[in-house]
């Protein structure tokens, strides 16, 4: 199972939201690069990077500090945030950067999820961003009228291979994970889930250890990592990576 490191970039610095509030915000960096680095230092394989100002805005904004961080380690780095057009997807396709993250066009876009299948095959992750059940959208600012298990069906018939699963409400509350959620949508599923929300201990990624076998692929861990509840090294002896 892959750990992923998370470095959310607004206004050009790292920092860790609560439940997506953007007025609720930790500043863990002043320059994602350099996170990056030191997340690779001790040890990561796998990067995830989110643009927050771009997804808010609807498109990218920090597109040339994601290829700067692609550019600077040696790992893979997968990255999301305000990509809603074709031309976005083609963007990032000519850049250093390996996976893509997709999130509200996937929903409101058919034509535009096709053609991000087409383009990224399976590099391409869809973000399924649920709270209550119910997806959102929009950098997780409105709800939409589709439920996550049937959004995963939606993708599933779509040709996507990997969705990443939060649970909004406990993303960034230290909390633990929504493994119910989480185990019930890999049954309903053969598509590879990563885990992400409320991971906040070793015990966390033990319990999502044991949904390997479901076809949980990885998961995701941001405030955890940067308040030291655990370190890379743990985590990887932990998941078996």
């Known amino acids: 199972m892959r750990l992923f490191p ?4 607004q206004g050009g610095r790292c920092v860790r939201l609560r439940r997506g509030d953007f007025a609720d915000v930790t500043v863990f960096g ?3 690069v350099e996170v990056a680095q030191y997340w690779v230092s001790q040890g990561a394989r796998f990067l995830h990077v989110v643009d927050l100002d771009g997804a808010k805005d609807g498109e990218p ?11 600077a380690v040696k790992i893979p780095v997968q990255y999301g945030g305000g990509i809603r057009t074709r031309e976005a997807l083609e963007l990032v396709r000519d850049s250093p950067i390996q996976r893509l993250v997709v999130g509200t066009s996937a929903l409101l876009d058919a034509a535009l999820l096709q053609a991000a299948v087409e383009l990224w095959g399976s590099c391409l992750v869809v973000a399924v961003d649920a709270e209550r059940g119910w997806v959102k959208t929009h950098g997780w600012k409105e709800r939409s009228t589709m439920r996550a298990a049937d959004f995963v069906r939606f993708l599933e018939d779509a040709g996507v291979a990997e969705i990443l699963f939060t649970d909004i409400s406990r993303d960034g509350m230290m909390r633990g994970v929504n493994l119910e959620g989480i185990k019930a949508l890999a049954e309903d599923s053969a598509l590879g889930i990563i885990a992400s929300g409320g991971v906040t201990d070793l015990d966390d990624l033990r319990t999502l250890k044991t949904l390997e076998p479901l076809g949980v692929t990885g998961v995701i861990a941001g ?12 985590a990887l002896e932990v998941l078996g990576e």
Do not use: G, K
């Not at 940067?226 to 370190?231: S, V």
């Open 61 to 71: 904004r920090n597109l040339e500090l994601v290829r700067s961080i692609a550019w």
């Open 223 to 234: 405030r955890a990592l940067y308040e030291r509840r655990f370190t890379v090294a743990e």
């Open 30 to 32: 002043e320059d994602p």
């Open 6 to 9: 998370a470095i959310d970039i």
